[in-house]
C-alpha cells in the first residue's frame, strides 16, 4: 500500500509569491490534515478535510487555504508569501478524523 | 488550555538503557494521545496510541504510561538501540468532537540520542 505522497519535495519562492502544495492520501483514507513544521513553533495544525469538507482549521492567516478533491487528493496554496512562511508542510491522511494519522515527507518551502 | 508540554528537550542514553519522555496536558476534552518518531527529512510515523481509559499500553519495547488525574502520560522505550536516535513527540486530540476534533496538538520534541 503506498504511503502519503507529497509534491513538490523543495520550493523556493520569493516574498510576495503564492505556493500550492499537493498531497495524495493512502488510498481509503478520506480525512487529510496538513501541518505547519518550524524548529521555533514546532508542529501546528492549520486544516483538516474530510470527504471534501473542512472540519477544523487551526490559528493560521487567511493567506493559507486548501482544499480537498473527490478522490481525496488534498492541495494546500499559500498566497502572499512572507519570510516566515519557510518551513516544513507536512499532509498526513487517516480513516477516522484525527486518529491514527499517516504522514508523508513534507514539502520544504524555502522564501527568500 | 490547548498546550501540550514535552521535557526533556533532548535526552541521551546510553544502548540497552530505558528512555523516558513525559508530556503534560491542560485539556481535559483530549482523549487520544499518539507518539510520534521523526527521523531527519522524514514525516513523523506513529508509534503508539493510548485512549484515557487504560492506564498503560504496550507494544514491542515501546510503551505509554498514562495518569488521568495528573493529565500526565509518557513514553518509555526499554532496550533502548541506536536505531531509536531520533526525535520524538507527544501529541494529543478530541476524537468526540469540539474545538479539538481532528486536530492534533503537539509537544514540543525530545531529541533522543542513543550511545552505542
Known amino acids: 500500500k503506498a504511503g502519503v505522497t507529497q509534491t513538490p519535495r523543495y520550493l523556493i519562492k520569493t516574498r510576495g509569491q503564492q505556493v500550492t502544495l499537493s498531497c495524495s492520501p493512502i488510498?481509503?483514507?478520506?480525512?487529510v490534515s496538513w501541518y505547519q513544521q518550524t524548529p521555533g513553533q514546532g508542529l501546528q495544525f492549520l486544516f483538516e478535510?474530510?470527504?471534501?469538507?473542512?472540519?477544523n482549521k487551526g490559528n493560521f492567516p487567511g493567506r493559507f487555504s486548501g482544499r480537498q478533491f473527490s478522490n481525496s487528493r488534498s492541495e494546500m496554496n499559500v498566497s502572499t508569501l512572507e519570510l516566515g512562511d519557510s518551513a516544513l508542510y507536512l499532509c498526513?491522511?487517516?480513516?477516522?478524523?484525527?486518529?491514527?494519522?499517516?504522514f508523508g515527507n513534507g514539502t520544504r518551502l524555502t522564501v527568500t | 488550555q490547548q498546550q501540550v508540554k514535552q521535557s526533556p528537550q533532548s535526552l541521551i542514553v546510553q544502548k540497552g538503557g530505558i528512555s523516558i519522555i513525559n508530556c503534560a496536558y491542560e485539556n481535559t476534552a483530549f482523549d487520544y494521545f499518539p507518539w510520534y518518531q521523526q527521523f531527519p527529512g522524514k514525516g513523523p510515523a506513529l508509534l503508539i496510541a493510548?485512549?484515557?481509559?487504560?492506564s498503560e499500553k504496550k507494544e514491542g519495547r515501546f510503551t505509554i504510561s498514562f495518569n488521568k488525574s495528573a493529565k500526565q502520560f509518557s513514553l518509555h522505550i526499554m532496550d533502548s538501540q541506536p536505531g531509536d536516535s531520533a526525535t520524538y513527540f507527544c501529541?494529543?486530540?478530541?476524537?468526540?468532537?469540539?474545538?479539538?476534533?481532528?486536530?492534533?496538538?503537539f509537544g514540543q520534541g525530545t531529541i533522543l540520542t542513543v550511545h552505542p
Open positions: 478535510y474530510f470527504s471534501e469538507t473542512q472540519r
Open positions: 488510498s481509503g483514507h478520506r480525512s
Open positions: 493510548i485512549r484515557p481509559d487504560v
Open positions: 498526513a491522511s487517516s480513516l477516522v478524523s484525527g486518529q491514527a494519522l499517516y
Open positions: 501529541a494529543a486530540s478530541t476524537l468526540a468532537g469540539g474545538t479539538s476534533y481532528g486536530k492534533l496538538t
